[in-house]
């Protein structure tokens, strides 16, 4: 045993072969996910694995095949023009990276998919030199055993496939000790600025209270990456729209998502099972009766309709407040699922099958909830490091689930939060128990 341990030991202590092993099981993974992938969804490429990147959905695909034509990226829905309808990061990178790098859909997610796990890998490695590559590895797995959240770290479809990335570096960054720290944070502060507009609240908050908690010089930095991507934005949107769009007002088609919400039947009938899209017809056929002619018209209208809504309708938006919290918390089964043929089906005869990556995040995520706030409240005498991994820990998941409480959340958006979840814990008992071979 002890000859086997002097071996592994080897291996374990040269970071090139960590690093190889991982990106190399990160590169099997992507291509066992795309093959997947595609046979759920044949659309998106055609017979020679050509990535259909203008089919992807998600109020993208207008936006990637603007671009791609050399027009503006905007949607058109209404016979009006959105002009900041979703944020530029997804579509600018999927289109750069079909234009420059390859149009092969496999290819075009093994370029993300190491980029973005390479900066994880180096985040966590750089973390804090006390730590040796035996700590690496286990966060590494920890970060990404799970099947549901590794396939959607995996994806390009939709914004968690790189955010769920991103809220892992930023997490490390916070809580880790880094050479320019905080230029750092302000780079993944901005990009996720550009990259969801429901993270407005989260860019915002965290700066600010990196700011105030912490004592180094150059604290103000992730502050001014966030002013500069304010001004960027909304001065992009001034010049195409005449109105500086910030804040909950980022991305204009988002009072869509909070109108399909509140409409009458989403959270007694639907959520969490299903997802919106029934409802996003009748709001459309809302929309199209009113003849509205800028896209600030239309947010507008549907803001207000969904605050009626929620004024009228206490009883319902209690019910869907508690349907969120238990989604998030518990929920076993699939949700989101998309239905067909909704007048002519019966939505109980829709599968519901449990998904069985659900138990592992609920119960990590549970648990940390509970070592949170036992930590808060309960203990006395707490650790430097424990008191700052609270205060970022708590920060992030309020930040992170305000603009989600306020609509709805679906699983593959909490994955995020059940990755750092892990991570959480795992530094909680190692600053507890001084887990000694995680130490060099």
């Known amino acids: ?261 509140y409409s009458e039947g989403f959270f007694k009938n639907l959520y969490p099972k299903f997802n919106s899209d029934e409802m996003n017809k009748e709001v459309n056929e809302k929309v199209l009766n009113k003849n509205f002619k800028s896209e600030w018209e239309v947010n507008k209208y549907l803001l207000n309709e969904s605050l009626t809504f929620i004024k009228e309708n206490p009883y319902e938006v209690s019910i869907g407040l508690i349907k969120k919290i238990n989604l998030i918390l518990f929920y076993p089964y699939k949700d989101g699922q998309v239905y067909k043929n909704f007048d002519n089906v019966d939505k109980n005869s829709v599968p519901n099958q449990i998904r069985f990556s659900n138990f592992p995040n609920k119960i990590t995520f549970v648990f940390s909830l509970i070592v949170l706030f036992r930590t808060l409240f309960l203990e006395k005498n707490k650790k430097k490091d424990i008191k700052k991994m609270n205060v970022y820990f708590l920060s992030i998941l309020l930040a992170y689930f305000f603009p989600y409480m306020v609509a709805f959340p679906f699983s593959r958006h909490c994955t995020s939060i059940y990755m750092i979840s892990n991570i959480y814990l795992f530094l909680y008992f190692i600053n507890k128990y001084k887990l000694k071979f995680l130490y060099n």
Request: aromatic share 22%; hydrophobic share 50%.
């Open 1 to 261: 045993m002890k000859q086997l341990k002097k071996h592994v030991d080897k291996i374990v202590n040269k970071s090139w072969l960590v690093y190889l092993l991982f990106i190399s099981t990160f590169i099997f993974s992507t291509i066992i996910f795309c093959i997947i992938f595609v046979k759920k969804n044949p659309h998106l490429i055609n017979e020679n694995w050509i990535y259909s990147i203008d089919r992807i959905g998600f109020d993208f695909s207008q936006i990637i095949s603007n671009l791609m034509k050399g027009n503006d990226p905007v949607n058109n829905y209404y016979g009006i023009d959105f002009y900041i309808s979703r944020m530029p990061f997804l579509p600018y990178f999927l289109y750069f990276t079909y234009s420059l790098i390859s149009k092969n859909f496999i290819i075009i997610h093994l370029f993300k998919n190491i980029i973005f796990g390479t900066l994880v890998f180096l985040t966590i490695k750089n973390f804090n030199k006390k730590f040796n590559n035996y700590f690496l590895i286990c966060c590494l797995i920890l970060l990404f055993y799970v099947p549901h959240n590794l396939g959607i770290s995996l994806a390009t479809v939709f914004e968690e496939g790189w955010l769920n990335y991103l809220i892992i570096i930023l997490f490390f960054l916070l809580i880790g000790n880094y050479k320019y720290k905080s230029f750092y944070l302000g780079i993944v502060v901005s990009t996720i600025f550009f990259l969801k507009g429901s993270m407005y609240y989260l860019t915002l908050c965290i700066p600010i209270i990196y700011f105030f908690y912490e004592k180094d010089n150059t604290r103000y930095i992730p502050i001014l990456f966030f002013l500069l991507s304010t001004l960027i934005w909304g001065s992009y949107s001034f010049s195409k729209t005449g109105y500086f769009a910030f804040g909950f007002k980022s991305e204009t088609l988002s009072t869509r998502t909070l109108a399909a919400a």
